[in-house]
């Protein structure tokens, strides 16, 4: 069974500095991987995606995220923090055999970004 | 654009009462997915639709109904409200096609419900 850590809940960080946000996976085959984030009443937004290729990936807003086949782990990474970046931030898994688009997520990591 | 569309936004429920969220999406996709979200617990998928006609259940569709009668709608039945179903409920749509990699799902805005 496919499973998605993210190991901390929450991730504090002062405006201008890099934020990193971890997440490992747990999947047979390839995966495909997502970065999705969520503003407050809001619904999520895609930022990026790792489907093959360069194990680094560029996404919205700045962020990129690293592919790391060995570690399992796809993290988010920004070299400067924006206030406007607090947010709720999602990784999440899709196997590689699946068809249908499902998707399994983490638990998700709040960031909060300090003027 | 629109986009995915979830109605209501917000709703209290007495427990036993039924309700259905409704959703609809005006992009085309075939693919349709309801998920719900708890605190500290990720999203969970409660069912999905591959087209018009063809549901499953995900990983917590206990508690859950769902039709997809055309493209556009894939609408989410509650039919006797308990307090576990208290959460947030979001619909998501995609695009998928044999062999064309994997797109990224849209989702909507969400419906926060509460079930008293």
């Known amino acids: 069974a496919q499973s998605v850590a993210q190991p901390e809940d929450q991730v504090n960080v002062a405006e201008g500095n890099p934020l990193t946000v971890k997440c490992t996976y747990s999947v047979s085959g390839n995966p495909y991987l997502f970065w999705y984030v969520q503003y407050p009443n809001r619904g999520l937004q895609f930022l990026l995606k790792?489907?093959?290729?360069?194990?680094l990936v560029k996404g919205s807003y700045g962020f990129e995220a690293e592919f790391n086949k060995s570690q399992t782990s796809f993290h988010l990474k920004k070299p400067s923090a924006l206030v406007s970046d607090s947010a709720l931030y999602f990784c999440a898994v899709r196997a590689p055999r699946d068809s249908w688009g499902k998707l399994q997520f983490g638990a998700g990591t709040q960031v909060v970004v300090t003027p | 654009n629109a986009g995915v569309t979830q109605t209501p936004k917000f709703r209290i429920l007495k427990i036993g009462q039924s309700m259905t969220l409704q959703c609809t999406q005006d992009m085309n996709h075939n693919y349709m997915y309801w998920y719900r979200q708890d605190p500290g617990m990720g999203l969970k998928l409660i069912y999905y639709s591959v087209g018009a006609g063809i549901t499953d259940k995900g990983e917590v569709p206990n508690g859950y109904n769902v039709s997809r009668s055309t493209t556009e709608d894939f609408p989410l039945r509650l039919e006797l409200a308990a307090p576990s179903q208290t959460s947030v409920y979001f619909c998501?749509?995609?695009?998928?096609?044999?062999?064309?990699?994997?797109?990224?799902?849209?989702f909507g805005q969400g419906t926060r419900l509460t079930v008293v």
């Open positions: 998501a749509s995609n695009l998928l096609n044999r062999g064309q990699g994997a797109p990224e799902a849209f």
């Open positions: 790792y489907i093959t290729g360069d194990n």
